[in-house]
């Protein structure tokens, strides 16, 4: 199929321009002034923003977890993402402890084929570390395209691996080109501190917060930029949440280390005062839990500084019944918030409509980075003649209110209830298809692909 989309906003990371786009056979094939080309379909974009389709590099579809399962599947959880401009999601796979990544892998293809109606890839969660997990490690990176590698400092039984195995993974990982991501919260520190709320009859969701103070997240994110710098391994720390882990990236950065990080919505937009709800408050239970609003404050400096590099969402959503299985006992409720629909259009209304961030730094966190860090660009993350025709047609002034009544996650509740935000995504192009026009998704599940993702840049 082709397409011509004329005269729209192009939106790079680094560019800004009004021009003509057209697509053939899933690519770019031209950009320019007044395009002499005919095409099967032509798009005004007249009065639109233009950008690449964008990346959230932190999702968890259908994952087990806390005895139970994130609401969103690879249809629900991708098609989410496409309404809302994400053309692309890197979920994680989880390796059961004791067992092979390689199990976990099929696991995931399972979950993933004949659903997916947006791209994908895999992060693969190492949760314990041995020889021959080092061996498969290897494997992922030269045959699989799985090249990063995420640890979980905290959730001790479950997830957790201890700093001797991060460090043997950093060394393997560092090796063959790879990338070691982290949760990074002290998870004994946490465990202590449940245990003692929870000994003193502190059950409620105001306590989830309470039990993971920010040294919890600063201590396990300076000993992780420590433990990288030993190794010489370059890393990623998702969802950073506070000032004193800020402080710990600053030191690295320092060091001249090559440590990217990320950030959420969530932790740039709303603060601690959400858990002062009752058990309403358990829709904000995630970890590490919102912060203080000094913290927003260090997050979005820590933008402008370039010290954090992208935002994803940690997309891990539980409907309403989910939540109560921890009515009693916050420690039992399901960690995580539905996000993947709403990135896009919540940074571009708080973030560029509020002056705090430019246009080509919004591309830059939600596409351009994402996929130089994880390895797609330039196939991915930019528009550019040769890369994936993903592209979002945005509407620039549109306001319009969040609510659980229209959003097409798989969730009965809406974190962002009644937020009204200015900016939607129009259009969205997938691989050259319209996968999004007039408010539906013309994108069939198992039309998403798996992205084979190179070794990692380690500069951006
Ligand atoms: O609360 C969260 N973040 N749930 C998903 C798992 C994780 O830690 O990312
Ligand atoms: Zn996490
Ligand atoms: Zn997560």
Known sequence: MSVLIKNGRIVT?????????????????????DLPYKAEKEIDASGKLVFPGGIDPHVHLEMPFMGTFSSDDYETGTRAALFGGTTTVIDFILQTQGDTLHN????????????????????????????SVAEEVVEFIEE????????FMAYKGALMIDDGQMINLMKVVKENGGLVTVHATNGDVIDS?????????????????????EVTEAEASARFTDMLH?????????????????????RAA????????????????????????GFESSKWVMSPPIREKKDQEALWAGIQQGLINSIGTDHCPFKWDQKLMGKDDFSKIPNGHPAIEHRMELIYSEGVKKGRISLNKYVELTATNPAKIFGMYPKKGTIAVGSDADVVIFDPNKKHTISKD??????????????????KTETVLLRGNVAIENGECHAEP???????????SYVI
């Open 406 to 423: 229209s959003h097409h996650m798989n969730v009965d509740f809406s974190n962002y209830e009644g937020w009204e935000v200015t900016g």
């Open 104 to 131: 976990a892998l099929k696991t995931w293809q399972e979950k993933s084929k004949g659903k997916a109606v947006g791209d994908y890839s895999y992060h693969m969660a190492v949760t314990d570390f041995n020889d």
């Open 13 to 33: 990371a680094a560019e800004d321009y009004i021009s003509d786009l057209f697509i053939e056979d899933g690519k770019i094939s031209a950009i320019g002034k």
């Open 254 to 277: 320092m060091r001249n280390q090559k440590v990217f990080v990320e950030t959420c919505p969530q932790y740039l937009l709303v603060d601690a005062s959400v858990y002062e709800n």
């Open 230 to 250: 030993y190794t010489g391994c370059p890393g990623y720390i998702v969802h950073m949440t506070c000032e004193g882990a800020m402080n710990a990236v600053r």
């Open 193 to 213: 501190l449940v245990a003692k709320n929870l000994s003193e009859g502190n059950t409620a969701p105001l306590y989830h917060y309470l039990s993971q103070p």
């Open 446 to 456: 198992g039309s998403g692909q798996f992205v084979k993702r190179d070794k990692t």
């Open 144 to 151: 699989e395209g799985i090249t990063s590698f995420k640890t």
